[in-house]
């Protein structure tokens, strides 16, 4: 006999009953400084492991905690009804260091309620994540239409270089036929969306040398070039005059069909007065389909502390992100031939790859799609679903490709424009969040009904 499945509306008030509690427990996880960045106290990514199982654990699920080498992820896991599809839900318990304390108008692993926003280091991403899916499942109780596979990861923000081992030690127990990775955005405050690209990442560090040792800046100066000045001028060759990235061999594509209003990205950007955009062509191509190129760091004498002498090295970190359809293996074999070719002066340039990952893009066609756009219309009310591609780099979703050729991929999310994922004051818009909670309630709902024809 066939279980039957909630009603919408049953499932509208079950989120709704169960929305206070979720809140409690987002709070919860978000006091846990969970960073598992090296120098940081490893022991907090235990404890936030530890209070992610306890979360499944409460929900029914067979629950335990794994790692390969890393930092400790949680599955947990609970049968599919007869015939009915299995759903993994993926988030990630592990979060961004908070930087410079002096730039959060609150303690970050204190959240603070401020005009309907939820403040705290991870209250966005990911932990929200995990609660959306914490939510569906407090929602249908017993009455679960699908199964469950719940891997929620612990080391996210500092490269997942576990994961892909994982993923193969504790495939069977994860495989599923509907995945659900709950670490992207919406389009808007009020418009949901499915991410469906994203670009790739290649980080490295170049060197500039140009003496044995630092001399005498007004002996030598005139003569002998200083290595900060050289790397200022080879920095300077990664850009042309319109802002695009002038590397030779990265993709670049043009295919982007939704308009990001210029007057909402200044101001979502926090762009300064008077600073222009760079590069060319659509907005949206720039940030999803176009690679961008930005200097993350200079080791180089502190001003406070430079003496009158010429610099004999000096280092940049920097980091390029790549259009869906580059490989980083080339992107970073074209950008270190940039670099060595356009040497200042002769100066000796080491480049050095520090980390990598995938773009991705996903055919979001499907009965499985259709069921999340529609779960998405009803909990926004009537407000279509943008299918919109992300500048930021999620590679493991890659693997997940790779692993699962089958499954269909759903890149959802918590954040917003003004989310500030990673930066001081990140929040989560608590209105949004609610709907995000309906939202995964009624997908696990329609891949249920989509699975039955």
């Known amino acids: 006999m066939t279980t039957p499945i909630m009603s919408e509306s049953d499932l ?41 199982a306890e979360l499944l654990r ?14 400790p992820a949680v599955i ?15 988030a990630h318990h592990d979060v961004q260091p908070v930087g410079d304390l002096s730039l959060w108008e609150s303690d970050p692993f204190e959240p603070v309620e401020r005009d309907g926003r939820l403040y705290g280091r991870g209250a966005a991403d990911d932990k929200a994540g995990i609660m959306a899916h914490i939510a569906a499942l407090r929602a249908f109780g017993d009455a679960l239409p699908v199964g469950v596979a719940l891997f929620i990861e612990g080391e996210e923000e500092y490269g997942s270089d576990s994961l892909e081992q994982l993923l193969a030690e504790h495939r ?3 495989a599923a036929d509907v995945i659900v990775i709950a670490d992207s955005g919406n389009w808007d405050v009020g418009v949901p969306a499915l ?22 800046s007004g002996m030598f100066g005139g003569a002998v070039p200083d290595a900060l000045t050289a790397l200022v001028r ?4 990664l850009h042309d005059d319109a802002g695009d990235v002038a ?4 993709v670049r594509r043009e295919i982007a069909n939704v308009d990001y209003p210029t007057h909402r990205f200044r101001a979502e950007a926090g762009l300064a007065e008077g600073v222009q955009f760079i590069g060319t062509g659509r907005i949206t191509d720039r940030l999803w389909n176009k690679p961008a190129l930005a200097v993350l760091g200079v080791d180089a004498p502190a001003t406070g502390e430079a003496p009158n002498a010429l610099v004999p090295a000096a280092k940049a970190k920097l980091s390029v992100r790549l259009a869906p359809g580059d490989e980083p293996n080339r992107a970073y074999a074209a950008l270190r031939a940039h670099l060595e070719k356009h ?8 480049v050095t790859f520090e980390h990598d990952g995938d773009p991705c893009v996903i055919d979001a066609s499907g009965p499985m799609f259709d069921a999340a756009r529609s779960a998405f219309r009803t909990a926004w009310n009537g407000t279509d679903p943008v299918d919109m591609g992300v500048g930021g780099s999620i590679p493991f979703i890659a693997t997940f490709q790779e692993m699962f050729p089958a499954a269909a991929i759903l890149v959802t999310g918590v954040e917003d424009p003004h989310a500030r994922a990673h930066g001081p004051n990140e929040s989560l818009h608590l209105g949004e969040f609610a709907r995000v909670c309906l939202a995964e309630a009624l997908l696990l709902r329609n891949v249920a009904e989509a699975a039955r024809g």
Not at 63 to 68: D, E, L, N
Not at 234 to 237: E, Q, S, Y
Request: aromatic content about 4%.
């Open 343 to 350: 040497a200042p002066w002769g100066a000796q340039v080491t």
């Open 234 to 237: 080879l920095l300077a060759t």
């Open 195 to 216: 991410t469906t690209s994203l670009r790739g990442i290649v980080n490295c560090f170049v060197e500039v040398r140009t003496l044995d040792h630092a001399v005498h």
């Open 76 to 90: 947990g896991t609970k049968p599919a009804p007869p015939g009915a599809p299995t759903v993994l839900l993926y």
């Open 12 to 52: 509208r008030a079950a989120v709704e009953r169960e929305l206070p509690g979720v809140r409690a427990d987002l709070e919860r996880l978000v006091r846990i400084p969970g960073i598992a960045f090296e120098g940081f106290d490893h022991s907090h990514v235990e404890r936030s492991a530890e209070a992610v």
């Open 247 to 250: 590397v030779d061999g990265l």
């Open 172 to 174: 069977d127990e994860i």
């Open 58 to 71: 409460g929900c029914g699920l067979d629950v335990k905690i794994v790692r390969a080498g890393g930092q």
